[in-house]
């Protein structure tokens, strides 16, 4: 059995001590967070501690994982990392381009840790099908994608941690904190994106630094072009849509089911996703599978997880909408 740590105790936290449990391989070594206060919603049944480096000497654990706020994804992962575990990161991977380049290099330094990231939505039912249906060929080549996220935040979630409205402790808004999933299969799916062109703002008065609103065109490296939009303006939280069209079909995921959509108007319903229980289902219930997999890689000294590498993209496309949207020009992004 793998013993597993959890640094950080806020809202996702939840999630991952939940995959843990449900793992029968997985037990769970220790939590840690700087809040004292933070040990009444705790496990009852593990040490707690405030020193994620105590935490680490004394207990030994296989592996951590990372639930802090984004400016601390980095220096912590690696820092445990040096200390000799393995590392799950929540995202985003890193605040912006230059320090995800260097995560990835440090990652790529240090082969005999695995380091792994949470864009679990790749393991969701409807986009494993839809990206097996791309890839066979069967409809040909990807022409056009679109993603859309229409959330919302209110003022008090700002408020009540405010390193989530400034750039230096989130590196963003809503396109790091609330989509990054949904930029990150736009390239997953559709392909290399090569330049983009952006509208970036602020719709709510909230007083933060960072963006509520963001639309985009992707262009491909295919010649295909995509429409990336995503809002915490929305009334409410609404599903995440992804469409893509190829050359002979086009597919929807439209509250959490994959679709073929027919010529007719109709649609076809191809396979739909398991649902996380609760008011957060739009989390997705995806956290558990790619934990799963984390580990048995672990296990096994396997690769197949998201790698810090795999992650870079997500936040180079995120850098070149928001430079976009500074500029009023299109903004070329550079792929490996």
């Known amino acids: 059995m793998k013993r597993a740590a959890v640094i950080g105790l806020g809202d996702i936290s939840g999630i991952h001590l939940m995959a843990i449990d449900k793992n029968p391989d997985i037990g769970l070594a220790a939590v840690c967070d700087i809040d004292d206060t933070a040990r009444e919603r705790a496990p009852k049944d593990v040490p707690f501690y405030t020193d994620f480096r105590e935490m680490i000497e004394k207990e030994r654990p296989d592996a951590v994982h990372i639930c802090l706020p984004h400016y601390l994804h980095v220096p912590v992962s690696e820092e445990a990392a040096e200390l000799g575990v393995h590392v799950f990161c929540e995202k985003p991977v890193a605040l912006n381009t230059k320090e995800a380049e260097g995560f990835a290099a440090f990652e790529a330094s240090h082969p005999g840790i695995h380091m792994g990231i949470c864009l679990q939505n790749r393991y969701n039912e409807s986009v494993e099908m839809l990206k097996e249906l791309i890839d066979s060929g069967e409809y040909g080549q990807v022409t056009g994608t679109k993603g ?138 995806s956290h558990g599978k790619l934990i799963d997999r984390f580990y048995r890689e672990i296990e096994t000294d396997g690769q197949d997880y998201i790698h810090v590498a795999d992650a870079v993209m997500s936040i180079r496309l995120i850098d070149a909408i928001r430079q976009s949207g500074q500029s009023g020009e299109t903004v070329q992004v550079v792929s490996d």
């Open 148 to 285: 859309i996220v229409p959330w919302a935040r209110e003022k008090s979630y700002y408020d009540v941690k405010p390193w989530r409205g400034k750039w230096e402790t989130a590196g963003g808004g809503c396109m790091i904190n609330q989509s990054v999933h949904t930029l990150d299969l736009l390239y997953h799916l559709g392909g290399p994106i090569t330049a983009v062109k952006a509208s970036v703002s602020q719709l709510l008065n909230y007083g933060i630094e960072v963006e509520d609103t963001v639309a985009a065109r992707l262009t491909y490296a295919n010649g295909a072009y995509g429409l990336f939009m995503a809002t915490n303006a929305n009334y409410r939280n609404e599903s995440v849509q992804i469409s893509v069209q190829t050359e002979k079909a086009e597919f929807a995921i439209i509250d959490n089911v994959l679709y073929r959509m027919d010529p007719d108007g109709g649609r076809t319903k191809l396979v739909e996703d398991e649902k996380l229980p609760g008011t957060k289902f739009y989390y997705g219930a």
